[in-house]
């Protein structure tokens, strides 16, 4: 258990302090100061950056809803002493596949083939300057 303090940046005359508590994953917990009147949105941006995350990864769940990032303490019926979820999302992994030059060319049967090789080869060569010699052989080796 340990205590952190989530107060967002509004002046002094509107900040009123409450404690509440952030459950994660495994039920390891942290008691949050956070501005009352603050909104959602500034309670996970301190959040993200408490645990070098971006804030769109920061869920935080109450009473079994996701919470809205404009919405405030009061608007949720959030009160000191509450108990709400945090959930911090793994970033997503885009899917990208980059051959480099010097890399071997993965064909199905053929190993130790370099992309300087495989374009060395004069028929290669051909199709890739001519995308009409391309669909040409695609067509002609894959009959329908």
Known sequence: RSEV????????????????????TGDSTTTATINRNGS???????????????ASQVRLIYKG??????????????????????????????ASVVVPQKDLVALPGVSGVTVEKFKANPII???????????????AANPE
């Not at 900040?15 to 459950?23: A, K, V, Y």
């Not at 959602?40 to 971006?54: F, L, R, S």
Request: glycine share 2%; net charge negative; hydrophobic share 35%.
């Open 5 to 24: 303090s989530y107060d967002s940046d509004s002046d002094s005359d509107s900040e009123c302090p409450m404690n509440i508590t952030l459950r994660q």
């Open 65 to 94: 809803r996701i919470l809205k990032n404009h919405s405030t303490p009061p608007e949720l019926g959030l009160e000191e002493g509450h108990t709400v979820d945090m959930v911090i999302d793994k970033p997503a992994v885009k």
């Open 40 to 54: 959602v949105e500034d309670i996970k941006a301190a959040i993200a950056e408490e645990h070098a995350v971006e």
């Open 125 to 139: 060569s051909q199709m890739a300057d001519d995308p009409m010699k391309l669909r040409e052989f695609v067509l």
